[in-house]
């Protein structure tokens, strides 16, 4: 049996099964990781590093999509609070801040702040489309990521318990103890298997 990750875990940012969300910012909400690095073996155009234990995880899997004839590339990784507040101000400029709120987070409470956290796509026209979700690499991942310890993050349906809407691109590394666990007792969203409050929106005020 797998011990789920205890509070003290879900809190703190070091840990690879921190949990954040809009109700769960990043503690302190400045926090950088220190063991950032470039993931060798895919392409990666967004030229952001993740953390170690992330990168090779995910070099794994690269390989591995690559082997099955569907690679996939990294297109964001690690983003600073200050990258995802000039991201996110942007969304809220172009689509409104409703709009935005719900496939992008305020600074501090972004989950690629972690450093943990992979958005992926086939390089074919897919990227942060739910379309990615249909496509062959994008069906691999779903099928395969729990086995180098990455979880679809944000499934369809799940908006009011993970906050945003699904996105099929979205895999965030929890090592393969958590990932397996949780594809074998069929819980589809981090915070239900944590034992953590839905976090639909942001606290009040
Ligand atoms: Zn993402």
Known sequence: MVIRPSEQQLRDPRSLSVLVN????LDPIGWVPEDLVMPAGLENPSGHPI??????????MAAA???????????SGYRSRELQQSLFEGYSASDGVAA??????????????????VDLDDGAGHAFTSAFGDTAAGLWLRR????????????QGEQPVVGYIYEPWHFRYVGTEI?????????INYEEY?????????AAG
């Open 22 to 25: 809009k109700l769960r910012p």
């Open 51 to 60: 953390r170690a234990a992330a990168a090779a995880a995910l070099q794994v």
């Open 65 to 75: 999509a690559a082997e099955a004839g569907v690679p996939f590339r990294l297109v």
């Open 100 to 117: 935005a709120e719900t496939y992008s987070a305020r600074p501090g409470h972004s989950e690629h702040q972690t450093g943990l956290a």
């Open 144 to 155: 395969h990521c729990a086995e180098f310890g990455f979880i679809l993050r944000y499934e």
């Open 179 to 187: 990932s397996l666990d949780m594809r074998e007792s069929g819980i």
């Open 194 to 202: 944590v034992g953590a409050e839905p976090a639909p929106d942001y």
